[in-house]
């Protein structure tokens, strides 16, 4: 989980309701995420990630089948402009031409039994959580802000093939929510751990105020 000041990580074996309750805990704000199953089901204010039902949408556009590609090339079309809305926010005629636009592409395809059908469907369901980011502040249209922060710990699993011990993927949630925290905040990594490291010798507590400022 990432926002602007902090990063928190934490290593499951399996991507499930009871990992994300783990991961989540009491938290209970508004979730940018993709549309796997679970992340559905939040209770809170969610907002759909447009960047991967973009990208499925550009791989129905370049399907052979006719009807198919047409449906994919006027679904990325869309969508993307949706997304360019969090830059250049709609007049209410823009938003309310864009949305007529939308709910006329779904209600043409939703009865298709073919993958258009499957994709206006799930745009169906999940058009509540499609314009989020233009109602509240703070909230971006896609989960491009985890998966940046997210990118370094896959290529550092790859590389030394993952943790083998609890203890081992204990340390490594907690060295990448600080490294990314730090990032996000500006600060240094090396100085808070050689503090943090000093202050165990000498049984003190290490100074963590910035982490809540």
């Known amino acids: 989980m990432a926002n602007d000041d902090e990063a928190f990580f ?3 074996p399996n991507r499930s309701k009871e990992a994300f309750k783990a991961l989540v805990e009491k938290w209970n704000g508004i979730l940018i995420s993709d549309d796997y199953g ?3 089901k939040w209770t809170s204010k969610r907002q759909t990630c447009l960047a991967h039902l973009i990208r499925r949408a550009k791989g129905l556009r370049d399907r052979k089948d006719p009807d198919i590609a047409r449906f994919g090339a006027w679904c990325t ?4 402009r949706l997304c360019q809305m969090a830059k250049e926010p709609p007049t209410q005629g823009e938003w309310n031409a864009f949305y007529a636009r939308l709910c006329r592409l779904i209600g043409l395809y939703r009865d298709e039994k073919n993958d258009a059908g499957r994709m206006a469907r799930r745009l169906d369901k999940e058009i509540e959580s499609l314009f989020v980011f233009l109602d509240e502040s703070g909230v971006d249209p896609t989960n491009n ?3 940046r922060m997210l990118r370094y710990a896959v290529i550092w699993r790859n590389r030394s093939q993952g943790t083998s011990s609890t203890k081992g993927q204990r340390w490594v949630e907690r ?7 730090c990032r996000l905040r500006a600060r ?3 100085p808070v751990l050689v503090d943090a ?5 000498k049984e003190l507590n290490p100074d963590l105020a910035w982490i809540s400022e």
């Open 77 to 80: 079309s869309e969508l993307q």
């Open 38 to 40: 679970v992340y559905q």
């Open 175 to 181: 060295i990448l929510s600080l490294r990314h925290t």
């Open 188 to 190: 240094k990594l090396f």
């Open 197 to 201: 490291v000093q202050c165990f010798f």
């Open 145 to 147: 802000h985890a998966e």
């Open 10 to 12: 934490k290593i499951h």
